[in-house]
């Protein structure tokens, strides 16, 4: 199994960025997908996460309204749209994958433990 995350850079205040994260060796819709950030100096942080089918997802309260995570299941790709980026958002931005959970709930899919596989992260800078 391998995710692959891409599309991090530096960006200044305000302004978006797509991450994406492409998956292989798995099959991809049996899987729910999370992001999860880690800024230097601080713990790993949930970001987002989203269904097997993307009919629901969910999002850390910082984000809410700023990021979309979505999911293209025939091309094994989850997404990240990250708008009105703030200084704070600066991290490394990481994809998950949990084959666990029964169930999508909000509680559990925040949980790092119930990740199975980690891509390698993709730097997020955002300048003031």
């Known amino acids: 199994v391998q995710l692959q995350a891409s599309g991090g850079g530096l960006v200044q205040a305000g302004g978006s960025l797509r991450l994406s994260c492409k998956t292989s060796?798995?099959?991809?819709?049996?899987?729910?997908m999370g992001w999860f950030r880690q800024a230097p100096g601080k713990e790993r942080e949930f970001v987002a996460a989203i269904s097997w089918s993307g009919g629901s997802t969910g999002y850390a309260d910082s984000v809410k309204g700023r990021f979309t995570i979505s999911r293209d299941n025939a091309n094994d790709t989850v997404y990240l749209q990250m708008n009105s980026l703030k200084p704070e958002d600066t991290a490394v931005y990481y994809c998950?994958?949990?084959?666990?959970?029964?169930?999508?709930?909000?509680?559990?899919?925040?949980?790092?433990?119930?990740?199975?596989?980690w891509g390698q992260g993709t730097q997020v800078t955002v300048s003031s």
């Open positions: 060796g798995m099959i991809f819709s049996n899987y729910i």
């Open positions: 998950a994958a949990d084959r666990k959970s029964p169930s999508f709930l909000s509680h559990t899919t925040k949980l790092m433990d119930n990740y199975d596989y």
